[in-house]
């Protein structure tokens, strides 16, 4: 990498994994090994390599790294991060995530090794690639007398060996010390592994905040059978999560936690438990300093969350502070009824967190804050106070996701609708989003219906699209349309319907302030429905169509679709990647009608022909994704900007042996993607933008072409002697004779250019960039004061 010489501060870079052989046909893993330079340099603060390779790097020499992350970063021997690491004499934050692949890693067993005097956090993240568990053994040793912070997220390591953690402040540990593919060891049976969870928990056990994930505390009760836990003397913030099952050696792991002061206890109860716990014992810190207890996360109330809680309050002495942190579920026991019976047990110990600033702040600003959340989000605020019981109730906007609701029933969203609806009937929702979930849910139409009657000024709606049988259990595609006071808003600005159906409206279409709409996979009951549903939208500026092209509702018949508007000035036909993006046979044509429009955006083929019907005087800029069938060259020969694709290229070469192309007269900027072999094509277009100013030009090479293929570049357009000035060739991977044509030919001919741009994109060549620049300054320049500068 060339540009390490340039004296680079960060540095992030993901080898490729893959080559494929001289036959093109099988691809083989590969390791991309990082220049030697690397190693030496004098600038970087923060480095970054993935699925790289790291030989023997010889000499080391780092003064300035204060960051590195190596995620699946390919070793030639384990010894070599304990060399790079003690390289960097300012390292504080090291980020490990082992690359487990046994062809690459071989088959040995390894010793990796992390010594550093100034490291002060590390991370082994947890990993959800593929290969997540390895058969190849590896031994991580961390040696780091100055760690504060140190994260083990996942099984990467056999075992874990730990020393001079003396100023340990937090560990987060979700690993369960496994053995082999990952699974719980019994340490009464393994000897060795019993003896390394020792020696891990005692070089943590000065920590003051640990995090112990639920695998994490089942291994501490395996070890607690057959050994002794540390104390941890200096623990004075603990976060748990447990399972149900293991609450019995709850008190003995608080035990060992002396001087505990804060505990966040989450529990994990499996609906069906015939697991019976007692908590009977009372750790010491109960007598002394445990304040704060927090259950967290309560999805139902029943005995089992009561015992726990009671346990708590009937024996911890100096608690002030039991904080029942339930969510948004349904129970059968309301919150108010949890608050209460806890408070029988015991008077004025149990209470939802206490009012702080935010919760004195008026009521206008704390709604106008939730409005920015979820829904979801908001109701959770609910358990907090008495003052945010209702709070959620008052805001004015809904973001829900039907999909979120427990078990996704239909009856608890409509009960959520209907409790929202009635809290305030004269209130008024300014931003509506719903997500209706993939299944039907009957009701929740008249729902939206009534959400409509309360003014939104923002309305998006994803219907459902799949209808469940209840006598056969079995799904079918499905349409919901949207209800018909929709279409006679006087409050809507912005409106998205997604797989919606819109019926044709009775009547007329009345949206007098809607300047925004976007449509996808939207399935118009006829033709003629866009057109009125747009015709109805007197201010209009802005509209994203994405074509409904799934056949079961579309049809098989010719259709049209209009966009008539005297206001839009912006239309997007992105680019979709949805269902059946270019799979229709139905065909269809896109009318277009807009003589204010400036913007367009044709990225997909989702119409068999697009037809301007009067030339588009205000358009500034187009970008163009189409291989259109119907060309429509004339409508948008006023442009000012232009982008254009491969394939739209490909289509404007084959009209051009036919016919001919229009001037774009106004065409100042030009972006545009060139085939290799359609190269020839260029001078012939660039004589039809006469008035060019600017080009940015990415030519797509194949490297094996027929001779039939090989391009000429000799005719000279008009625009190169009056007014090209700029000129980019944009994403150069290669440099070889076709490279070096195309910018001579610029060079040579364009006679008030002012600017040639190479831009040189990192990839291994023969050439380096200082050698290609060298080599095109050299031609000789038919504008004298031309320079040739790096992107």
Known sequence: MKMIHRGPQHLDFESFTEYRDHDDTFLYPFIDYVPLNLYTSRTLVSLKLTFSGLEDPGFVSLPCLKSMTLVKVHFLYAAHLEKLVSGCPVLEELTLVRNMDPILVGTDEKIMRVRSG??????????????????????????????????????????????????????????????????????????????????????????????????????????????????????????????????????????????????????????????????????????????????????????????????????AAVLKKLTLSLINYPRYVSDEEIFEESCKTFSNMVMPPRCDRISELPESLLTHILSFLPTSHSVETSVLSTRWKNLWLNVPSLDLNCDHFPYREGYVVISFFDRLLQFDPDSRLLKVKVKCGSVEIKGLKDRISTVIQRGPQVLDVESCTKYLDPDTQTYSPYLEFMPLNLYTSKTLVSLKLTRSGVEDPPGFVCMPCLKSMTLVAVHFRDDVTLEKLVSGCPVLEELTLIRDIYSCFVGEVDRSMSVRSGSLKRLRVPLWYGLSCSSSSAKCRLEIDAPGLEHMVLGEDQFESIVVHEKLTSLFMVDLNIKFGELFLYGISSVGHMIISEKTLKALELYSRVELIPKFNNLSRLEAVFPGNLLQFLPAFLECCPNLKHLILEVVYLREMDEEDAFELTNVPGCFLSTLECVELKRIHDWEEEEMRVATYFLENAAVLKKLTLSLTDYPRLISDEEIFVEVNKVTKRSPTCQILPD
């Open 118 to 315: 100034s490291l002060k956090r590390f991370r082994v993240p947890l990993w959800h690639g593929k290969l997540c568990r390895s058969s190849v053994k590896c031994t991580l040793e961390i040696d780091a007398p100055v760690l504060e912070h140190m994260t083990l997220g996942e099984d990467q390591y056999h075992s874990v060996m730990v020393k001079n953690l003396t100023s340990l402040f937090m560990v987060d540990l979700g690993i369960k010390f496994a053995v082999k593919f990952g699974e719980f060891v019994d340490p009464g049976e393994d000897f060795s592994k019993r003896n390394e969870i020792r020696y891990f928990l005692s070089g943590i056990s000065s920590v003051k905040h640990m995090i112990i994930s639920e695998k994490t505390v089942k291994v501490l009760e395996l070890y607690s059978n057959v050994g002794m836990i540390p104390k941890f003397n200096n623990l004075s913030r603990l976060e748990a999560m447990f399972p149900c099952h293991s609450l019995h050696f709850l008190p003995a792991f608080l035990e060992c936690c002396p001087s505990l002061k804060h505990l966040i206890l989450e529990i994990y109860y499996p609906i069906e438990t015939e697991n019976v716990y007692q908590l009977a014992n009372v750790p010491g810190c109960f007598l002394s300093t445990l304040e704060c207890v927090q259950l967290k996360r309560i999805h139902v109330w029943g005995e089992q969350e009561m015992e726990v809680a009671t346990y708590f309050l009937e024996n």
